[in-house]
Structure formats: structure tokens, C-alpha cells
């Protein structure tokens, strides 16, 4: 059984010590600029300083993301969590004031204040220098989980508590605590992806990108459905409101593509949240079938993509043609 969480943790913790250098320098890029560096900007600065041997886009690119967040296949600036900062001397102090936000986030959420929110005035900061204060609001944006959902980030910050996930916080006394409390959200969170996304034994996985409440919406679905059948049993297909779990949809959706052995995506009417999935789906290197509703025109960046032109209503030649591509595409004999 697939095990996200312990196979994620194993590779951030290596990817710290890899990079360590590029961490410290990092951080100490986020302490002066009171902002998380852009890749070209620090590659040029460890340039210009004759360090020619680190690759920022490729260390960028090689941090490990959450299990159930989303990654660009190119990140655009080098950003840093609690996690990758204990044992850093230089960022004790920041995270010592992390930890005192959130426990005053746990405190508003117990109080009468409606929505709760934690400012950059609170007494319980005053222990803590001005600039500290002031990047505390970018460092919380970039780790998650964490107990705050937005709110004003300038000098005068003031923090909207995440009423979800605020009371996995309570008691923490220490950074290393407040790691902790992050992991066990981060494993929980795996742990559902593994219950939801796991397909039985031999069995494999499409899964189906398509709008949900178009009146031919239904009738398509049924379509794959019937060329799905004509594989034997090989294959079963899934849509995302099949899905019955709690948890986040997004966070489902690309579940689901991540664990999907090939998708489905039926591109008729350029629904803009199959694009989305379809680019994802791309992005993680799945085997896409397209499908369009003949008489539809497909946008000019996949206009070459191989696929499947449908009749209205689709025809036993098209759910023919169908599992053919999918047969071919899966291995399937």
C-alpha cells in the first residue's frame, strides 16, 4: 500500500541536507529583504559573488511539495518552511515568534472576537524586535499547515485564524512542537490521499476530466463508461463526483490525476476547470485521451494533440475508437 507521507518526509529532509547551503543563503536573503528571493535574482546574485556551483531553478524545482498541494513544474522564487529551519541558529528568534502568533490564534479562536485574528500590535509580540514582526506574515504564507487563512500582510499585519486547523496548534511550547503539529497534519492529509487514490490490487485507474452539469454531460460519461467495458475489467474509470470523501475537492481532484494511470479529459466547450486538471495532468507526465464533441474547435495549444471527435450522441464506433487509445496507450493487450 503506497505510503505518501513517509516517502515525502524521507525526500524533504534530504533535500535540506543536499541544498543546505542554498537554505542558509536563502534564509539570509528572506532576513535582509524581508522577502523570499526570486530564482533569477539569487542566481544572479551567487553569480556576481562567483558562486557558480549551485543551480537555483533545479534546487527550486527539486523541493519536495506537500502531499495534496499543488506544484509548478517551475518555481518562481526559493521559499522556506519551519520544518527546513530548526537547528538554524539565525532562526530561532522568528520561529519562537511563530509560535507565540499561533498560540494567540488559539486564544482568539476561544474568545468572543468574530471573525478571530491575530495583529502585529498584540502584547505578546513586544518581547520580539520590529523586523521580526513585520516578516512574520510572508514566512507563515509559504509554511503550511499552519493556523492562519490570510488577512493584511504590510508592517500593520493583521492575521485571519484558520478555524480548521487553529485547534491542532493548542499547547505547543516550542518550534520543534510546532513541527510536530504540522507533520501530523501532513500525514493525516496523506493518509486519506493514500485511502482515496489506491485502486484495488491489478486493477487500473482513468481518470475522467469533464464538466459535471452540462445537459450532455451524463450521456458522454456513459460513452467512456462503454468503452471502458470493452477492456474486460482492466480498467475502471472515475469522475471527480464520484468521490464521496470529506476532505478539500482540489485537493482530491489532484489526488486522483496523481494516482490515475491515464486521463480521460473531454475538452467540448473549453470548460476552463478541465484545462486546469488537463494542464496538471500534463504536468505530472499522465497519458491524456482527448476527447471533443464533433463540430467543437479545439484551442490552437492542443489543437495537435491526438483525440477522439465524438458524435452527438456518441457512437459504438466512438466507444470502439476510445478503447483502442486507451488499450494502446495503458499496454493492455
Not at 535540506?16 to 526570486?38: G, K, M, N, S, Y
Not at 468572543?112 to 507563515?140: C, E, G, H, N, Q
Not at 494511470?261 to 500534463?282: C, H, K, M, Q, S
Amino acid at each position: 500500500m503506497a505510503n505518501t507521507f513517509e516517502h515525502w518526509r524521507e525526500t524533504d529532509q534530504a533535500w535540506v541536507e543536499q541544498h543546505r547551503d542554498l537554505v542558509e543563503i536563502t534564509f539570509q536573503w528572506f532576513l535582509r529583504e524581508a522577502e523570499w528571493p526570486r530564482v533569477d535574482a539569487l542566481q544572479r546574485w551567487l553569480f556576481q559573488g562567483s558562486v557558480q556551483t549551485i543551480d537555483v531553478q533545479a534546487a527550486a524545482d527539486a523541493k519536495p511539495h506537500i502531499p495534496g498541494q499543488l506544484a509548478m513544474m517551475h518555481q518562481e522564487r526559493v521559499t522556506l518552511g519551519a520544518r527546513h529551519l530548526l537547528g538554524m541558529p539565525a532562526a530561532r528568534r522568528l520561529l519562537e515568534l511563530l509560535v507565540a502568533a499561533t498560540l494567540q490564534a488559539v486564544e482568539a479562536y476561544r474568545g468572543p472576537m468574530d471573525p478571530p485574528s491575530v495583529r502585529y500590535d498584540d502584547p505578546k509580540f513586544f518581547d520580539f524586535d520590529s523586523a521580526t514582526v513585520v516578516r512574520l506574515p510572508r514566512f507563515i504564507e509559504v509554511d503550511h499547515p499552519d493556523a492562519f487563512a490570510g488577512g493584511s500582510y504590510g508592517e500593520q499585519w493583521d492575521l485571519l485564524v484558520d478555524t480548521a486547523l487553529v485547534r491542532e496548534f493548542a499547547g505547543i511550547a516550542s518550534p520543534e512542537d510546532y513541527v510536530e503539529r504540522q507533520l501530523h497534519i501532513i500525514e493525516d492529509w496523506a493518509a486519506a490521499h493514500d485511502a482515496q487514490t489506491t485502486p484495488p490490487p491489478d486493477e487500473l485507474t482513468a481518470f475522467v476530466v469533464m464538466p459535471f452539469g452540462e445537459p450532455w454531460s451524463d450521456g458522454v460519461f456513459d460513452f467512456i463508461g462503454r468503452a471502458v467495458g470493452l477492456l474486460e475489467g482492466k480498467l475502471i474509470a472515475v469522475r471527480a463526483d464520484q468521490i464521496t470523501r470529506l476532505g478539500r475537492i482540489t485537493d482530491q481532484i489532484m489526488g486522483a490525476l496523481g494516482s490515475a494511470d491515464i486521463v480521460i479529459a473531454d475538452i467540448t466547450g473549453r470548460n476552463p476547470n478541465v484545462f486546469w486538471e488537463l494542464g496538471y495532468a500534463y504536468a505530472l507526465g499522465k497519458p491524456c485521451a482527448l476527447l471533443m464533441r464533433r463540430g467543437d474547435e479545439a484551442p490552437f495549444d492542443i489543437y495537435d494533440h491526438r483525440r477522439i471527435d465524438y458524435e452527438s450522441p456518441p457512437t459504438a464506433e466512438d466507444a470502439e475508437r476510445l478503447a483502442d487509445i486507451l488499450r494502446t496507450a495503458l499496454g493492455l493487450t
